[in-house]
């Protein structure tokens, strides 16, 4: 089992920034993803970014240059900073963590961009 806890959401003003974090415990596999999915209201989940224990990145267009993902696998932590944050960007976010074939999921964390 792996456990996940993420922290670092909350309200920013457009053009602001937020930096998530999601720190997994329990039994850790070298070889993993880890990620970040959000869902808004009436929305479906989607992956906004992802990487991988080969250091593999992937972005979804609508972040691409206003976020950045990183990891500290020694922490088995993973990093997701946001800058200039659009009211679009409003959403639960939801840390992941594949390993084994087997998907595991954060609580939830909400992001809210409003003036």
């Known amino acids: 089992q792996v456990q996940l806890v993420e922290s670092g959401g909350g309200l920013v003003q457009p053009g602001g920034s937020l930096r998530l974090s999601c720190a997994a415990s329990g039994t850790i596999f070298s070889i993993y993803t880890m990620g970040w999915y959000r869902q808004a209201p009436g929305n479906e989940r989607e992956l906004v970014a992802r990487i991988s224990s080969s250091g593999s990145i992937y972005y979804i267009d609508f972040v691409k240059g206003r976020s950045t993902i990183s990891r500290d696998s020694a922490k088995n932590t993973v990093l997701l900073q946001m800058n200039n944050l659009k009211p679009d960007d409003t959403a639960v976010y939801y840390c992941?963590?594949?390993?084994?074939?087997?998907?595991?999921w954060g609580q939830g964390t909400q992001v809210t961009v409003s003036s």
């Open positions: 992941y963590r594949v390993q084994g074939g087997t998907y595991y």
